[in-house]
């Protein structure tokens, strides 16, 4: 049963950079069969798909986050990572990770496995 | 981007009711769209995919229908473990975008 599970800083000051680790058990982050993303959801709010990350190589990004955004991968940890920069009081929210399948001739996908999410909180 | 409006944004039912959620993208998205269910506190869970496609594991009084630009979610005969906010995704882009949301409160 693959699981998915946020960590990192719960408290992050404006204008520095916000980082989490998601850790992946039960299957594998180096599958060609699964995209890795990072969705948000401020507090009382709708979900925000921040981006993508494919087989440690193809990257997609929210294009109104795109400027601040770097999602990447730890293939030795079987984890991936999500680094928003500058971040202000506006990026206060639950962030949550989650896979979704890579299937042959359609662009994306739905997310079918999420993590738990973790608050973080943008302020001084 | 393409944009997705879910309505209503609240809906007052009761239990055995029959509901209906509806959700428009402002481009033809096929059938691209997902519908989530999240209760508070947890991650959202995938109902429908590929707007009709059951999950596994969903129960068979969930549904889901529509194509291009209009779709709906429905729940035959609401139960009270259905309470909860709903969302649309569309997946025909890689500017991965969701609706507003639906709460379903107990009337």
């Known amino acids: 049963q693959l699981q998915l599970q946020e960590s990192g800083p719960g408290l992050v000051k404006p204008s520095e950079t916000l980082s989490l680790t998601c850790s992946v058990s039960?299957?594998?982050?180096?599958?060609?069969?699964?995209?890795w993303g990072w969705i948000r959801q401020p507090p009382g709010k709708g979900l925000e798909w921040i981006g993508s990350?494919?087989?440690?190589?193809?990257?997609y990004y929210n294009p109104s986050l795109k400027s601040r955004v770097t999602i990447s991968v730890d293939t030795s940890k079987n984890q991936f990572s999500l680094k928003l920069s500058s971040v202000t009081a506006a990026d206060t929210a639950v962030y949550y990770c989650?896979?979704?399948?890579?299937?042959?001739?359609?662009?994306?996908?739905?997310?079918?496995?999420w993590g738990q999410g973790t608050l973080v909180t943008v302020s001084s | 981007d393409i944009q997705m409006t879910q309505s209503p944004s609240t809906l007052s039912a009761s239990v055995g009711d029959r509901v209906t959620i509806t959700c428009r993208a402002s481009?033809?998205?096929?059938?691209?769209l997902a519908w989530y269910q999240q209760k508070p506190g947890k991650a959202p869970k995938l109902l429908i995919y590929?707007?009709?496609s059951l999950e596994s594991g969903v129960p068979s009084r969930f549904s889901g229908s529509g194509s291009g630009t209009d779709f709906t979610l429905t729940i035959s005969s609401l139960q009270p473990d259905d309470f909860a906010t709903y969302y649309c995704?569309?997946?025909?882009?890689?500017?991965?975008?969701f609706g507003g949301g639906t709460k379903v409160e107990i009337k």
């Open positions: 989650a896979k979704h399948p890579k299937v042959f001739g359609v662009v994306s996908s739905p997310f079918d496995y």
């Open positions: 039960g299957g594998s982050i180096s599958s060609s069969n699964y995209y």
């Open positions: 990350i494919y087989y440690s190589e193809k990257t």
């Open positions: 481009q033809s998205i096929s059938s691209w």
């Open positions: 590929k707007a009709s």
């Open positions: 995704q569309q997946y025909k882009s890689f500017a991965l975008t």
